[in-house]
């Protein structure tokens, strides 16, 4: 993403925390992904409590063994390169086992500093 750039797009991808690709798990998947194809980056954001199309709730209690919770990955970038991003990995998101949503919405950057790499 550029230094000046004020206006971007955010992609929000809502999966499970179960959900893999081949034998990955699919939001690791996501995020080396967007990382590979240069985007400015990517946040995992661990649900508690949720549910999708199948109207089934997963919720987190610490005496279920149970460990599939409601996973949202968001990705913010220039909307060409989300575009570009989300037509590579949509024919993995189609062919899930399970079901997913991905939104996009215009999001308004104020601030974008890169960090000092150790």
Known sequence: MKKDTSKAIRLRIYISSTDKL???LLFESIVYQA???NLAGATVFKGIMGFGASS????Y?????SDKLPV???IIDEEKKI????????PYLEEMRYGCM???EP???WLYKEGKKR
């Open 22 to 24: 081949k034998h990955s």
């Open 83 to 90: 575009t570009q991003f989300f037509n590579i990995i949509k």
């Open 102 to 104: 991905v939104t996009a």
């Open 35 to 37: 990382k590979r194809y």
């Open 107 to 109: 999001v308004n950057v």
């Open 61 to 65: 209690k610490f005496w279920e063994i």
């Open 56 to 59: 089934i709730v997963h919720s």
């Open 72 to 74: 949202t990955v968001e």
